[in-house]
C-alpha cells in the first residue's frame, strides 16, 4: 500500500549503528520509503516513523538501541500513532525478546527482509499489532531455504542519504560461511552469497551516472567474491575490479573487507595493475597469536598471516595495510597478548581497530570457551595496543611532512562541526588519499567532490594537515 498523492508525507527518522553494510541497508530502506511517500527528518521529535538499524557484533552496539527505545517510549505514549522499527542484525538476533523487552515497537525486520519494511509499517498500522520479519536460522533448512530467507536488497540507490553525491557502496557479497567463534555475522547475516558481476557493474554504471566517482565494494569477506557467470566462467574479485575500473566517471575503487587466506597473489596484481583501484587494504589479523588465533578459528596461522603480509610488501610496496584486533578473547594470556603488539610492531599498519572481546549468545566461543579475561585487563590491552599503533602512526605520517599528496575531498572536517561550507565560502575540509588517509586543509567549499593536491605541513596521529597546492588554479577554473 503506498500513499496517496494528496495525503500529508509520513516523516521518517531513522538512526543507524554498526558497519558500512547497515550504512548502506538503511540508504537502501530510505530510498524505498521515499519512494513510498515518506520523507526524511532529523528531529525524532518531528517523526511519524522512527527506525533504528541495528548492529550486534559487540553487546554496546545493542544497548545503545535498547536505551535508545526506553528513551522513545514517551513519544510513543503521547502519539500512540508513531510507527518504531528495529531492523537489521539485532533483529535478526533477539526477534520476539525485543518485543518484549520494548513492547512500544511496531516492527521487527532482520537484514535479509529489509525489502518488506514499507509492507509490514502498513500492515502494523493497518492490523494495530506488531509484525515481525526474519530469515531462517542458519540450522533452519536446506542451505538453499536458508540463503533464500536472506533476499538480496539492493533496490534503488538514495544520493540522499548518503553523506556526500559522489562516494557510494556496492554491496558485491551478503553474509558470511567462515564462522570465527567469536562473530556473530554468520547467524545474522546468513550463508555466503556474492551478487552477480553483471548486476554489480551495472549499479556501478548507474552510480557513476548519478555522478559518483569513488564506490567501496562491500562485503563481510570481500576478497572471497566468487561468482559463476552466465558463461559457466568463475568471476573473481580480480576479474571483478577489472570491469568495474573500466567504467567511466568512476576513479576510485576501494574494497573492504578482506579475509587473510583469500588475499591470492593475482587479486594483489590486479590492485597493482588497475589504475582507479586504491592501494588500501583492511585485512584483520585479530590476534598475534597461534592459541587464540586457532579458538577463534581463523583457519591461519601467524606464519600465514606473515607471508600474506609480505606478499603485500613485495607486490604493492606503496599500499597501506589496516586491521583488526580482538584483546582479551577467551584464554588470551599476557605472553598471547604481547604477539599481537608484536605482529603491530612488525607491519606497522596504517591503522588498527581494537575491540575488546564481547561474548555473542549463540556463537561457538560463547559456548565452548570461558570468558576468562577480566574487563579490565580488555580495557588495559586494548589501550596499550593502541597506544603502540598510534605511535606508529603518528611516526609513518612524520615521513609526509613535505610531500605533496592527491586527495578525494569530501566535505568539512569534523574539528569545523561538519558544518557545511558553501561554495564560495572557506573553511576547514577533510579529504583522503588513495591510500585512505585523512587530510585536513583550508579551503573553499566549490572542493568537495574534487580530486585536488595538497602539500602536507603537519600531521597528528589520525590526520596530516596541509595546503591545497593548486587552490589558485582550481579556485579560478571552479
Ligand atoms: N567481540 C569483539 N569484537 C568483535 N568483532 C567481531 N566479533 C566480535 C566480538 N564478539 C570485531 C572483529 C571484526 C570487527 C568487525 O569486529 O575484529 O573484524
Ligand atoms: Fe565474522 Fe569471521 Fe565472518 Fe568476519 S570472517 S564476519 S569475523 S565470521
Given at each position: 500500500m503506498s500513499s496517496d498523492a494528496g495525503s500529508p508525507r509520513k516523516k521518517l527518522y531513522i538512526e543507524t549503528v554498526g558497519c558500512q553494510m547497515n550504512l548502506l541497508d538503511s540508504e537502501l530502506v530510505v530510498g524505498k520509503l521515499r519512494h513510498?511517500?515518506?520523507?526524511?527528518?532529523?528531529?525524532?521529535?518531528l517523526a511519524d516513523t522512527i527506525l533504528y538499524n541495528t548492529c550486534s557484533v559487540r553487546q554496546h552496539a545493542e544497548d545503545k538501541i535498547y536505551s535508545a527505545l526506553g528513551r522513545i517510549k514517551n513519544i510513543k505514549r503521547d502519539r500512540p500513532g508513531v510507527s518504531i522499527g528495529v531492523l537489521g542484525c539485532m533483529a535478526q538476533k533477539d526477534q520476539g525478546q525485543i518485543l518484549k523487552r520494548a513492547p512500544h515497537v511496531d516492527v521487527v525486520i532482520g537484514p535479509g527482509q529489509l525489502g518488506r519494511v514499507s509492507e509490514l509499517l502498513d500492515a502494523a498500522?493497518?492490523?494495530?499489532?506488531?509484525?515481525?520479519?526474519v530469515s531462517l536460522p542458519r540450522t533452519g533448512g536446506s542451505r538453499d531455504a536458508v540463503t533464500a530467507s536472506f533476499a538480496e536488497y539492493d533496490p534503488l540507490r538514495e544520493p540522499a542519504m548518503r553523506p556526500n553525491p559522489f562516494q557510494a557502496f556496492v554491496r558485491i557479497m551478503m553474509g558470511c560461511d567462515k564462522f570465527c567463534t567469536y562473530c556473530i555475522v554468520p547467524s545474522v547475516r546468513g550463508p555466503e552469497q556474492s551478487r552477480p558481476p553483471g548486476?554489480?557493474?551495472?549499479?556501478?554504471?548507474?552510480?557513476?551516472g548519478q555522478g559518483v566517482k569513488e564506490i567501496t565494494l562491500l562485503g563481510q569477506t570481500v576478497n572471497s567474491y566468487k561468482h559463476a557467470d552466465d558463461d559457466g566462467q568463475t568471476v573473481r574479485l580480480a576479474e571483478l575490479l577489472e570491469r568495474l575500473d573500466a567504467i567511466g566517471g568512476i576513479e576510485r575503487i576501494k574494497f573492504i573487507t578482506n579475509y587473510p587466506n583469500d588475499?591470492?597473489?593475482?587479486?594483489?596484481?590486479?590492485?597493482?595493475?588497475?589504475?582507479?583501484?586504491?592501494?588500501?587494504?583492511?585485512?584483520p589479523a585479530q590476534s598475534g597469536c597461534d592459541d587464540v588465533l586457532k579458538r577463534m578459528k581463523r583457519g591461519y596461522t601467524v606464519e600465514l598471516y606473515d607471508d600474506m603480509m609480505g606478499r603485500i610488501r613485495e607486490i604493492l610496496p606503496e599500499a597501506a595495510v589496516s586491521s583488526d584486533f580482538i584483546v582479551g578473547f577467551c584464554g588470551e594470556t599476557e605472553a598471547s597478548f604481547r604477539k599481537s603488539v608484536a605482529m603491530v610492531e612488525r607491519w606497522r599498519f596504517k591503522n588498527s581497530f581494537i575491540f575488546k572481546y564481547s561474548p555473542r549468545l549463540g556463537t561457538k566461543a560463547d559456548t565452548l570457551h570461558i570468558d576468562d579475561v577480566p574487563e579490565e585487563v580488555k580495557r588495559r590491552r586494548n589501550n596499550e595496543l593502541l597506544a603502540v599503533q598510534n605511535a606508529i602512526c603518528l611516526e609513518d605520517h612524520a615521513r609526509f611532512v613535505g610531500q605533496t599528496v592527491e586527495i578525494l575531498v569530501e566535505g568539512p572536517s569534523k574539528s569545523s562541526a561538519n558544518r557545511e561550507v558553501a561554495p564560495g565560502e572557506f573553511g576547514q575540509l577533510t579529504g583522503r588519499t588513495t591510500c585512505d588517509r585523512i587530510v585536513v586543509f583550508d579551503?573553499?567549499?566549490?572542493?568537495?567532490?574534487?580530486?585536488?593536491?595538497?602539500?602536507?605541513e603537519g600531521v597528528s596521529a589520525v590526520t596530516l594537515f596541509g595546503r591545497a597546492a593548486t587552490l589558485e588554479s582550481v579556485g579560478a577554473g571552479a
Open positions: 513510498e511517500g515518506y520523507e526524511l527528518t532529523d528531529d525524532v521529535e498500522r493497518a492490523e494495530g499489532k506488531p509484525q515481525m520479519a548486476a554489480i557493474v551495472e549499479e556501478s554504471r548507474a552510480l557513476a588475499m591470492t597473489d593475482d587479486l594483489l596484481q590486479a590492485v597493482r595493475d588497475l589504475p582507479k583501484v586504491s592501494r588500501y587494504l583492511h585485512v579551503g573553499p567549499g566549490r572542493l568537495v567532490g574534487r580530486t585536488l593536491a595538497v602539500e602536507i
